[in-house]
């Protein structure tokens, strides 16, 4: 069985640019959700989507957004990138809301 | 002060040592996982606990809801176990549900 597949693993943009990370679940998988880690921060929790929906979400701006497609599939967007957003974004499936979740690899972004 | 703190933050011990990992939380739960993050990023979902103890090979996992608190055991520690264990919560916050993180421990286990 397939794992999580995040997509690109590497990513440079420039400051102000917008980048889009995807995310594939496990098969069968209906609940896909985000995080970022950063050395300072940690790991902090983005968003969290369930059959297309977005059911929680995490304290970060409205440049950060994403969304769910009806194959589970989930894509996050981030506008007016800052060197900030410069992290580790990554994405964990689970079949359900609160049950096990697993991990992809991640996306690295380096904000240039 | 964060709603999830762990302790250690750093913990280096001998191969064959027991191993406790503490995790403190102030708010209300509906349930704790422990994970783990090797070198390169990857993260491994080791426990989701809801209440009492959960045992996966040489890892033991156990949460005390009365009293807000988790440890994750690891007996006969080998250089393998060397990684970034990370508590996290997940809480409910205005209504809303929310993932929160501990600022991980990182155990190196020397031979």
């Known amino acids: 069985k397939a794992g999580v597949t995040q997509t690109p693993r590497y990513l440079i943009k420039t400051r102000g640019q917008q980048v889009t990370l995807s995310c594939s679940p496990i098969?069968?998988?209906?609940?896909v959700s985000w995080y970022q880690q950063t050395p300072g921060q940690g790991l902090q929790f983005l968003f969290e989507?369930?059959?297309?929906?977005?059911?929680n979400k995490g304290n970060f701006p409205g440049r950060f957004s994403g969304r769910q497609f009806s194959n589970s599939r989930s894509e996050m967007n981030v506008s007016t990138l800052e060197l900030g957003d410069s992290a580790l974004y990554l994405c964990?499936?689970?079949?359900?809301?609160?049950?096990?979740?697993?991990f992809g690899q991640g996306t690295r972004l380096t904000v240039v | 002060k964060n709603e999830v703190e762990q302790s250690p933050q750093n913990l280096t011990a001998q191969e064959g040592e027991f191993i406790t990992i503490n995790c403190s939380y102030s708010?209300?739960?509906?349930?704790l996982h422990w994970l783990q993050q090797h070198p390169g990023g990857g993260i491994v979902s080791l426990f989701m606990?809801?209440?009492g103890k959960k045992k996966h090979g040489r890892l033991i996992a156990t949460i005390n809801i009365q009293e807000k608190h988790s440890s994750l055991h690891i007996t006969a520690s080998h250089p393998r176990d060397s990684a970034v264990y990370i508590c996290?919560?997940?809480?409910?916050?205005?209504?809303?549900?929310?993932?929160?993180f501990g600022q991980g421990t990182r155990l190196t286990i020397n031979p």
């Open positions: 964990a499936s689970s079949w359900l809301l609160n049950t096990e979740a697993f």
């Open positions: 098969s069968g998988h209906r609940s």
């Open positions: 989507y369930f059959s297309e929906t977005q059911r």
């Open positions: 708010v209300g739960i509906s349930a």
């Open positions: 606990l809801s209440s």
């Open positions: 996290a919560v997940r809480s409910l916050d205005q209504g809303a549900q929310k993932l929160v």
